[in-house]
C-alpha cells in the first residue's frame, strides 16, 4: 500500500453497490475512513457489513438524494460523528433500462414520473449532496468534490433521455462548481467509467443486448484507480477535469504525471 489515506474522510453516495461500493472499498483498502451512504434497507447493511468484516474503517449512512430532509440528516450525523469531510463523491445514480436499445423508441413514451426520479436522482440529488456537505469543506478550508457522470457518447445517444441530460446537467454544474469553489481550496472533478459497465444496474436484457452485439462490459472496479489518485496527495490543486475510468492510464501520460497505487 504505498498511497496511505489515514486520517483522510470520505462521503460516498451510492456505496451500497456497483461502482460506488468498489470505490469505497478501494479507498478503504488505502487507510480511508469511508461513509457509505444509500437509501436505507438489506442492500446498505450488506454493503456495510461486508466491508466491516475486513476491518476496514466504514461507516453506513441512510439518505435518500432524491429527499433533502433525508440528505440535511445524513449531514447532521456525519457532523455529529466526524470533524472534517476531505472527500464526497457523487455517485448514487438510477439509468434509463432498455430503451436506448429500442429503435421504437420515443421520448414522449417515457412516463413523467420516470423522467422525474431520474433527473431529481441524477442531477437535483448531486445539488442536494454537495449543498449539504460542501459547506464542511469550506469550514475546513478545502476538500474535493467527485461527481460521477457518463460518457459524452452516452449522454447525447438516441434513447438516452432523460439519463443523458441529467447527466449534462450535473457535468455543467460540476463545471461551475469547480471555479466557484476554487478560492475556497475545493477541487471539483468529474470522473465516468467510459463505457457500459457490469453493476446493479445491469439487467438481463442489457447484458444480453451487449453479448449479443458482441459488445464490450467493464468490470466495477473501472474507476479504482481513477478515485485514489483523486483522493492522494498527487491530484492536489487538480479541479475542472473529466476523467475516463477506462482511459485512466492514457490520462496520466497525457498529463506526464506517474502514479502507482
Ligand atoms: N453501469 C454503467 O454502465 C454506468 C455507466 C456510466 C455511468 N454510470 C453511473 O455510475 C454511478 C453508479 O452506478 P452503478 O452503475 O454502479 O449502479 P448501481 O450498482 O445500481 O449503483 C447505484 C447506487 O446508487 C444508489 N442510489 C440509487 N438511488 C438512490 C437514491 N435516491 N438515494 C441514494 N442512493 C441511491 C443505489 O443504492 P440503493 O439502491 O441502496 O439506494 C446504489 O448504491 C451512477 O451515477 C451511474 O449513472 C454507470
Redesign the pocket.
Known amino acids: 500500500m504505498s498511497i496511505n489515506l489515514k486520517g483522510f474522510t470520505v462521503l460516498i ?8 461500493f468498489e470505490m469505497a472499498k478501494e479507498l478503504l483498502s488505502h487507510g480511508a475512513t469511508v461513509v457509505i ?3 436505507g ?1 438489506p ?2 447493511d450488506n454493503a456495510y457489513e461486508k466491508l466491516a468484516k475486513e476491518g476496514y474503517d466504514v461507516y453506513a449512512v441512510p ?4 429527499d433533502e430532509e433525508s440528505v440535511t440528516n445524513a449531514a447532521t450525523w456525519f457532523n455529529e460523528h466526524f470533524n472534517h469531510l476531505d472527500m464526497l463523491i457523487n ?5 434509463t433500462g432498455m430503451e436506448s436499445n429500442n429503435p421504437d423508441h420515443q421520448f414522449y413514451d417515457i412516463p413523467v414520473t420516470s423522467f422525474k426520479a431520474i433527473v431529481e ?2 442531477f437535483i ?1 448531486y445539488f442536494l449532496v454537495s449543498r449539504a456537505f460542501v459547506p464542511m469543506m469550506v469550514k475546513n478550508g478545502g476538500g474535493r468534490v467527485v461527481n ?1 457522470s ?1 460518457s459524452t457518447s ?1 449522454m447525447t445517444r438516441r434513447g438516452m433521455i432523460p439519463y443523458g441530460p441529467s447527466r449534462a446537467a450535473a457535468e455543467t454544474m460540476s463545471t461551475i462548481l469547480s471555479e466557484e469553489l476554487h478560492d475556497l481550496g475545493i477541487m471539483v472533478n468529474v470522473i ?2 467510459g463505457g ?2 457490469e ?4 439487467t438481463e436484457a442489457m447484458r444480453e443486448f451487449f453479448h449479443q452485439n458482441n459488445l464490450p462490459i467493464l468490470t ?1 472496479d473501472v474507476m479504482n484507480k481513477t478515485i485514489l489518485f483523486l483522493a492522494s496527495p498527487k491530484a492536489e490543486g487538480l479541479t475542472g477535469e473529466k476523467i475516463i475510468g477506462k482511459e485512466f492510464d492514457e490520462w496520466l501520460k497525457s498529463r506526464n504525471i506517474s502514479f502507482k497505487d
Open positions: 453516495t451510492g456505496g451500497s453497490s456497483g461502482m460506488g451512504g444509500a437509501r434497507g442492500k446498505l439518505l435518500d438524494v432524491r455517485n448514487a445514480g438510477i439509468g436522482t441524477n440529488g460521477v457518463t452516452t465516468c467509467p457500459f459497465t453493476t446493479g444496474m445491469t466495477p
